[in-house]
Each structure stands twice: as structure tokens, then as C-alpha cells.
T-cell receptor, first 109, second 117 residues
Framework: DAKTTQPTSMDCAEGRAANLPCNHS???????VYWYRQIHSQGPQYIIH???NNETNEMASLIITEDRKSSTLILPHATLRDTAVYYC??????????FGQGTRLTINP | GAVVSQHPSRVICKSGTSVKIECRSL??????MFWYRQFPKQSLMLMAT?????????EQGVEKDKFLINHASLTLSTLTVTSAHPEDSSFYIC?????????????FGDGTRLSIL
């Protein structure tokens, strides 16, 4: 079973920042938070992951709360191509990557 | 880096045919590869974990004799759907993880859409 809770869907205007929340209140100390997205009819694309510090790469930023019970993925300037299903997953070491239902993000022109 | 290639991207075949899907890690070595299945409007479901040089580990409810997995090298895993039937029609996706650190992310192929007539 997925260990995370995400809103089913979200909308965001093109050019604005998209902030996708994720709750993982039962996260263990050694579990990382991973974010993937899946554009229609493609395989999931890795976005970013982190343990407790905030992380940033060329795609997005990941903000993890101090108690690690929730996190937010930020797409700073959303484009139409960012329309996808976004999955937040927690995993440690050799654990399996278990996908929940994710958030369907729609970027509107 | 971290590119996973999956082939073929689409297969249409008759009921009773066996279909082989290849998954390759192009620029890294992967001790472990994973096979997922995704039905329309559903999330990805893990089918099995493929370990190089050993038998695959199947998830509950997945028939190992129907979904044959071979992981003969650190860059190649294959999934063979034996005697495929229409209910096996689905989107099959593989992923691979670098050997170096198990906290490294898994990287996914672009999937194989299997249609059984």
C-alpha cells in the first residue's frame, strides 16, 4: 500500500508556480521522499528526491517539513508540457517503489 | 544519464502468442530491475523484481509461469508473456536502479503497450 496521500487533481496557470503537496505522516527515519511524473502513455519520469533537507534541481524544488510528515514539490514556472500525473513515494533502501494514485496536474494556458 | 530503453514500444498479436519485452539500462549497470503493469486509468502495479543472476521475485497474484523474467546481465532484463490472452493487454513498464547506492532513484523505460486480439 502507498504510504502517501496526495490530492486527486490540481490546476495551475501556465507560467505560475505549481505547488504539489504530499502527506507522509508515517514516514520512517531512513525513508526518502521521491517524486515522479507520468505524462500520458509514457513511463514515469524521475523528478527529485530527498531525505530531510530541501532539494533543488533543474526540474523542480522539494520542500520537506521539519517533522518530515509532509512535503511539497514546486515547479517554479509551469508550462503546458508539465501536465501529467505526479507521484509522491516514500522508500528506503531495498524497499519496493509503490505507486499510489498521484495528483493529476493540469496546466492551463 | 540514467537512461532505460524498452523494446518494443507497441505489440499487437493474436491470442495464444508469447511476447518478449526487453529492458536495457543504457548508461549504467543495474543489479535490480523492476517490471510494472498499468491498466487504463489506474496506477502502476509492481509485478516482479528482477535480480541479475538469480530468480525474480514476484508480487502476490502474479503468475511466475505466465510472466517469465530473465535478468542475464547487469544491463538487460526480459519479460516474456507466455500464451497471452486479451486480459493480458496492458501497458508494461520496466525500471532499473543503479547498483552503487540503493537510495538512488529508479529510472523507467517508456513502456510497452501490449494488445492481444
Amino acid at each position: 500500500d502507498a504510504k502517501t496521500t496526495q490530492p486527486t487533481s490540481m490546476d495551475c496557470a501556465e507560467g505560475r508556480a505549481a505547488n504539489l503537496p504530499c502527506n507522509h505522516s508515517t514516514i520512517s527515519g531512513n525513508e526518502y521522499v521521491y517524486w515522479y511524473r507520468q505524462i500520458h502513455s509514457q513511463g514515469p519520469q524521475y523528478i527529485i528526491h530527498g531525505l530531510k533537507n530541501n532539494e533543488t534541481n533543474e526540474m523542480a524544488s522539494l520542500i520537506i517539513t521539519e517533522d518530515r510528515k509532509s512535503s511539497t514539490l514546486i515547479l517554479p514556472h509551469a508550462t503546458l508540457r508539465d501536465t501529467a500525473v505526479y507521484y509522491c513515494i516514500v522508500r528506503a533502501g531495498a524497499q519496493k517503489l509503490v505507486f499510489g494514485q498521484g495528483t493529476r496536474l493540469t496546466i492551463n494556458p | 544519464g540514467a537512461v532505460v530503453s524498452q523494446h518494443p514500444s507497441r505489440v499487437i498479436c493474436k491470442s495464444g502468442t508469447s511476447v518478449k519485452i526487453e529492458c536495457r539500462s543504457l548508461d549504467f549497470q543495474a543489479t535490480t530491475m523492476f517490471w510494472y503493469r498499468q491498466f487504463p486509468k489506474q496506477s502502476l502495479m509492481l509485478m516482479a523484481t528482477s535480480n541479475e543472476g538469480s530468480k525474480a521475485t514476484y508480487e502476490q497474484g502474479v503468475e511466475k509461469d505466465k510472466f517469465l523474467i530473465n535478468h542475464a546481465s547487469l544491463t538487460l532484463s526480459t519479460l516474456t508473456v507466455t500464451s497471452a490472452h486479451p486480459e493480458d493487454s496492458s501497458f508494461y513498464i520496466c525500471s532499473a536502479r543503479k547498483t552503487v547506492s540503493s537510495n538512488q532513484p529508479q529510472h523507467f523505460g517508456d513502456g510497452t503497450r501490449l494488445s492481444i486480439l
